[in-house]
């Protein structure tokens, strides 16, 4: 007669540690049609291009030109910065599966690109923050935008939105880099995401679930509130003002950012505060393609559509080669 003293949960360790550990990841990309392919390569790259050319146009400017050096600018320019990081994070692999069909990553280029691309979305989301701030104090506060928007703030400000990304995403990606993934191994998306990966694994992922949600709240939400009640502000101040004029010049510095903001977090918090149960996964491509290719190719065309100073810096670029 046998006694069976080994628990439950010590079989279920068993049996994970004599799978197979996935080595790579398949990512199915937009499309599997080879004629759509060549199509959406073509425009992609056409995109990609041209993100990275506006955005490194508005870095240029706002460091080559003295009348550039302002808060609003400074945010702008790191947000550009940011942009370019962020499209060539998640480009790569979108065309790389648009030209060769289902791409391979190995394990660990996945969790490099998912660390990479949470670093950038959650810096964003707080960079997107700090300017609603800037242009709260520049409307409610104009007489302390001086001392209350200095450089040394700014900097601080645009630090703390780079070191809160870096630690959320050293978390997360810690966090899914630990679960087992025991097979099978297709992404139905097109870069290593949160979601897709949590549907993989093949280990209690509560843990790893709970700290993406608490991330969601205070990175997401968190930030989303803080522009929300800046914009509210101004928008009351706005409406209290005497001068038709006034309030049509103070509208015209908010409407771009606002629309910014509202495209991004409307993609974004659809997705990632539920981050393991999405059902319709082509739905979340569309989405994931709206804040990762439209947004940061939009921004710098929004942002500096009805501005008169980076025009005029634009211009005198233009006349000097």
Same mark, same amino acid.
């Given at each position: 007669?046998?006694?069976? $003293?080994?628990?439950?949960?010590?079989?279920?360790?068993?049996?994970?540690?004599?799978?197979?550990?996935? %080595?790579?990841?398949?990512?199915?990309?937009?499309?599997?049609?080879?004629?759509?392919?060549?199509?959406?390569?073509?425009?992609?790259?056409? !995109?990609? +291009?041209? *993100? /990275?050319?506006?955005?490194? /146009?508005?870095?240029?400017?706002?460091?080559?030109? #003295?009348?550039?050096?302002?808060?609003?600018?400074?945010? $702008?320019?790191?947000?550009?910065?940011?942009? &370019?990081?962020?499209?060539?994070?998640?480009?790569?692999?979108?065309?790389?599966?648009?030209?060769?069909?289902?791409?391979?990553?190995?394990?660990?280029?996945?969790? *490099? %690109?998912?660390?990479?691309?949470?670093?950038? =979305?959650?810096?964003?989301?707080? /960079?997107?923050?700090?300017?609603?701030?800037?242009?709260?104090?520049?409307?409610?506060?104009?007489?302390?935008?001086?001392?209350?928007?200095?450089? %040394?703030?700014?900097?601080?400000?645009?630090?703390?939105?780079?070191?809160?990304?870096? /630690?959320?995403?050293?978390?997360?990606?810690?966090?899914?880099?630990?679960?087992?993934?025991?097979?099978?191994?297709?992404?139905? %998306?097109?870069?290593?995401?949160?979601?897709?990966?949590?549907?993989?694994?093949?280990?209690?992922?509560? +843990?790893?679930? !709970?700290?993406?949600?608490?991330?969601?709240?205070? =990175?997401?939400?968190?930030?989303?509130?803080?522009?929300?009640?800046?914009?509210? #502000?101004?928008?009351?101040?706005?409406?209290?003002?005497?001068?038709?004029?006034?309030?049509?010049?103070?509208?015209? *510095?908010?409407?771009?950012?606002?629309?910014?903001?509202? =495209?991004?977090?409307?993609?974004?918090?659809?997705?990632?505060?539920?981050?393991?149960? =999405?059902?319709?996964?082509?739905?979340?491509?569309?989405?994931?393609?709206?804040?990762?290719?439209?947004?940061? &190719?939009?921004?710098?065309?929004?942002?500096?559509?009805?501005?008169?100073?980076?025009?005029?810096?634009? +211009?005198?670029?233009?006349?000097?080669?």
């Amino acid at each position: 007669m046998s006694i069976n $003293l080994v628990s439950p949960q010590t079989e279920r360790s068993l049996e994970l540690g004599n799978m197979t550990r996935v %080595q790579e990841f398949i990512l199915l990309g937009l499309s599997t049609s080879p004629e759509t392919r060549e199509v959406l390569f073509l425009v992609f790259l056409i !995109l990609y +291009l041209l *993100t /990275l050319l506006e955005n490194a /146009l508005i870095v240029f400017l706002v460091c080559s030109h #003295a009348e550039l050096h302002k808060p609003m600018y400074f945010f $702008l320019g790191n947000l550009s910065c940011l942009e &370019m990081c962020y499209v060539s994070v998640t480009m790569p692999s979108l065309l790389a599966g648009l030209w060769t069909g289902p791409y391979h990553v190995p394990f660990t280029a996945c969790m *490099t %690109q998912l660390f990479f691309f949470i670093v950038l =979305i959650c810096t964003e989301c707080t /960079l997107l923050a700090s300017m609603a701030y800037d242009r709260y104090v520049a409307i409610c506060r104009p007489l302390h935008y001086p001392l209350l928007m200095r450089p %040394q703030v700014c900097r601080g400000l645009a630090g703390t939105s780079w070191l809160g990304g870096l /630690l959320v995403s050293v978390a997360k990606t810690t966090c899914i880099a630990s679960l087992s993934y025991c097979g099978p191994n297709v992404l139905n %998306q097109f870069f290593c995401d949160v979601s897709p990966l949590l549907n993989l694994s093949c280990t209690h992922v509560a +843990l790893t679930e !709970l700290v993406d949600f608490l991330s969601a709240i205070v =990175i997401f939400c968190g930030t989303l509130l803080v522009a929300l009640a800046s914009y509210s #502000a101004i928008g009351v101040t706005v409406l209290r003002m005497p001068s038709a004029a006034a309030r049509r010049k103070a509208f015209s *510095t908010c409407a771009s950012h606002l629309l910014v903001v509202g =495209i991004f977090y409307s993609a974004a918090l659809f997705i990632y505060c539920r981050p393991s149960r =999405i059902r319709s996964m082509d739905l979340n491509k569309v989405l994931s393609v709206i804040y990762t290719v439209a947004t940061p &190719m939009c921004n710098p065309v929004i942002y500096c559509l009805r501005n008169r100073e980076v025009h005029a810096a634009l +211009l005198r670029t233009l006349h000097s080669t």
